[in-house]
């Protein structure tokens, strides 16, 4: 069984027990972040909508490369891969002018 | 409270005006503290995706995240806030910087840059337990 690591940003650490990454067992991206949610319950808010999918602003990576433009969730993880949770950092200083 | 160095704080504002008239961006690399308090030991500068509209907006590609927190961790430190310039624009957060916001705990410091000169430089952090109720708080910056 792969154990990818999953890398914890620091806003999302108080519901992880404060730790920095979680080693989960998991075939794919998603099997390791339900791994990741069934021992931190408390992140699933966090992570997921209601419905059950990943918060828009929630970025998920597979080493480099974002899991969109992979398989998605399907996206399969080796032993020594590391899943990287990063909330997106955008802004802006007024309404842009239309 | 933010500390920071007086090297960090020049030149994170330093950053505002070379980019001036469009918007810099940034990560805070440091420590949090057991009293809440964040301490900077440097920044990493960020390039701005929003080649649409660079005046008025950022965005910082989570792979250069990725790699910045990666080197971080290397060295000890950790993600402890984010900062950008407002060009010819008050030194406080905006309803879209609000809207973006997402480090919960994080500090988001923010450059006026006037005509090309840095001029008021402020911290807010964003509190709150989830995306409804989250808000910015105004945050002393202490320089040391």
Redesign the interface.
Known sequence: MCMPRI?I???LR?YSGKQ?SVDVPGQTVGDALAGLVSQHPDLK??LYTEDGKLRA?V?V?VN?E?MRYLQKEATTVNDGDTI?I???????????IL | MLRLSASVYLSLREHGEEIYPHECCGVLLGLFGDDGVKTVSRIARCGNTRADSPHNRYHIDPKELIRIQREGRERGEDIVGFYHSHPDHPARWSPTDLAEAHWFGCSYVITSVEKGKAVLTHSFELVGGDEPDKRFEDEKIERF
Do not use: M
Request: glycine share 8%.
């Open positions: 890398q940003p620091s806003p108080q920095a808010r966090h602003f970025n990576y480099d974002d990287s990063v909330p997106s950092i955008a802004g802006g200083c007024c309404p842009a």
